[in-house]
């Protein structure tokens, strides 16, 4: 089972790159590395996801070395709204009956001020 | 609008009683999940469903139940012998149970049973 490790929180300011880096040293070769980002009392909200290198879409990037053993994820230029957690899945189903669960990490509460 | 819904948003128990949480998806998706989220802690995967008519038990299925008779809806019991059933309650879905890093959730449950 993969566990993930983030740092508890992290503050920045308006108009910062923010880096959040996500510890997962027991990712398996078949698991992908997912970011979500949640707002108080609503459910996650899907960010971005990768395998290995870099992957970059319109709101974040993400940077997996090539041992896979961490990946960060960047927020160009963050505002107020992005004030939120964020959390760094990493694992797969299995499509025969065992039972692995996929594994949500602690999450990294990002606070952003003016 | 596609999209997961979850009612109700709030729901209020008395101990002993059984309750139903009720999650349907329009996206068409053949994964179906179910999260609990306790105060300022991630997400932890009750159970899963990859398909119609099959489910998976994940890390704390002990005192939930499941069931997954058609396509579009997934919902989840709590019963008297969950020890701690105040929580929020999340419902998401994926593709296929492939592509389970990729999840859309619903807005949640907010369950108090007192």
């Known amino acids: 089972l993969a566990k993930t490790t983030q740092p508890i929180s992290m503050d920045s300011y308006e108009g910062q790159e923010v880096n959040i880096t996500c510890s997962h040293n027991?990712?398996?070769?078949?698991?992908?590395i997912t970011w979500y980002q949640q707002f108080p009392s609503q459910g996650p909200r899907f960010i971005i996801q990768g395998y290995k290198t870099k992957v970059t879409n319109e709101v974040a990037s993400l940077f997996i070395p090539a041992d896979r053993k961490s990946s960060t994820l960047s927020l160009p230029r963050v505002s107020l709204s992005d004030t939120a957690v964020y959390y760094c899945l990493v694992g797969d189903l299995p499509m025969d009956t065992g039972r692995r669960a996929l594994t949500f990490g602690s999450g990294t509460r990002l606070q952003v001020q003016p | 609008d596609g999209g997961i819904t979850q009612s109700p948003k709030y729901l209020f128990r008395k101990e002993g009683q059984n309750v139903t949480l009720s999650c349907e998806q329009n996206?068409?998706?053949?994964?179906m999940y179910w999260y609990r989220q306790d105060p300022g802690q991630g997400l932890r995967l009750i159970y899963y469903?990859?398909?119609?008519?099959?489910?998976q038990k994940g890390d704390i299925a002990e005192g939930y139940s499941v069931s997954r008779e058609k396509k579009e809806s997934f919902p989840l019991t709590v019963t008297s012998a969950q020890k701690n059933p105040t929580a929020f309650y999340l419902c998401?879905?994926?593709?296929?149970?492939?592509?389970?890093?990729?999840?859309?959730f619903g807005p949640g449950t907010r369950l108090t049973v007192t």
């Open positions: 027991n990712i398996a070769t078949n698991d992908y």
């Open positions: 996206l068409n998706h053949d994964a």
């Open positions: 998401a879905s994926s593709i296929s149970s492939g592509r389970a890093g990729e999840q859309y």
């Open positions: 469903s990859q398909i119609v008519n099959d489910f």
